[in-house]
C-alpha cells in the first residue's frame, strides 16, 4: 500500500491508524511518502501512490477528496521575536523577513493572495525550504517570520519556543479542510480501504 501524507499529518495521525493496521493485517506493508502537498498530488495523478493524507480544496477533478476534519495555519515567530507577544497589525511584517515554503505550494499561494488582497506587499522571503522537520530550529536560529500549521506548533514547535503572532482582525489564518484523496479512476484494495477506514477514525478526533 503506497500512502503520500503531508507533514502535518504524521506525528499524531498515521501512527494509530498504522498500528490498528498492523494488529488487524499483519502481512500489510506500507510505503509511507512523507512530503509537500503539491509533490504528493503529482505523484498521486501519475499513479505513484495509493491515496494521499493532507489537505483538501483543490478543486482537482483527477481526485476524489474525503473530507473528515479541519486545520489551521498561522504566523510564528520565535518568543525573542520583536513581534511576539504583541497584537500586530499587518502592516508591520513588511519590515521582516520570512521563512517559508516553496511558490508552488498551496499554503504559500494563500498567504501571498491574503498581502495582496489587504494591499501589502508580498513577504519577503530569506529562506525557502520544503521541509517541515527543519523549520521550527530555522526559524528559532534565524529570528524568521514564518507560516505553520497550529497542530504543528503545539506538538514541535514550543520546544524550540515558537509562538503563534496574534494580528489585528486576524487576516493571516487560513481555515483548510482536511482529509483523504485518491484517483478517480484507482482501484482501492481491501486492505487500502481498511487502512482509509482507520485514518478517519483517526482523523476525527483532530481538534
Known amino acids: 500500500m503506497r500512502v503520500g501524507a503531508a507533514a502535518t499529518s504524521v506525528d499524531y495521525l498515521l501512527p494509530a491508524a498504522c498500528s490498528a493496521l498492523q494488529r488487524e493485517a499483519p502481512a500489510v506493508v506500507i510505503e509511507l511518502q512523507i512530503g509537500m502537498n503539491d509533490v ?4 498521486l495523478r501519475r499513479g505513484q501512490l495509493d491515496i494521499v493524507v493532507g489537505p483538501l ?3 482537482d477533478e483527477e481526485l ?4 473528515v476534519s479541519g486545520d489551521e495555519v498561522v504566523v510564528v515567530a520565535h518568543r525573542d521575536h520583536l513581534l511576539a ?5 499587518l502592516a508591520e511584517f513588511s ?12 499554503t504559500r499561494q494563500w498567504l501571498d493572495a491574503a498581502f495582496t488582497r489587504c494591499g501589502y506587499p508580498v513577504p519577503a522571503v530569506a529562506i525557502v525550504t520544503n521541509s517541515i522537520a527543519a523549520a521550527p530550529l530555522l526559524i ?3 529570528g524568521l517570520l514564518s507560516f505553520v500549521s497550529r497542530h504543528n506548533l503545539m506538538t514541535f514547535g514550543r520546544a524550540y519556543g515558537l509562538l503563534e503572532v496574534q494580528l489585528h ?3 493571516l489564518t487560513l481555515r483548510r479542510r482536511f482529509g483523504i484523496l485518491h484517483r478517480v479512476d484507482a482501484y482501492l484494495s481491501p486492505a487500502t480501504l481498511n487502512f482509509m477506514k482507520l485514518l478517519s477514525g483517526s482523523l476525527q478526533t483532530f481538534p
Do not use: I, K, N, Y
Open 64 to 67: 476524489l477528496e474525503r473530507e
Open 169 to 171: 482582525g486576524d487576516p
Open 85 to 89: 507577544g504583541h497584537l500586530v497589525p
Open 40 to 43: 504528493l498530488r503529482e505523484q
Open 95 to 106: 519590515a521582516h523577513r520570512w521563512l517559508l515554503s516553496p511558490p508552488t505550494v498551496t
Open 140 to 142: 528559532a536560529e534565524t
Open 57 to 59: 480544496g483543490e478543486g
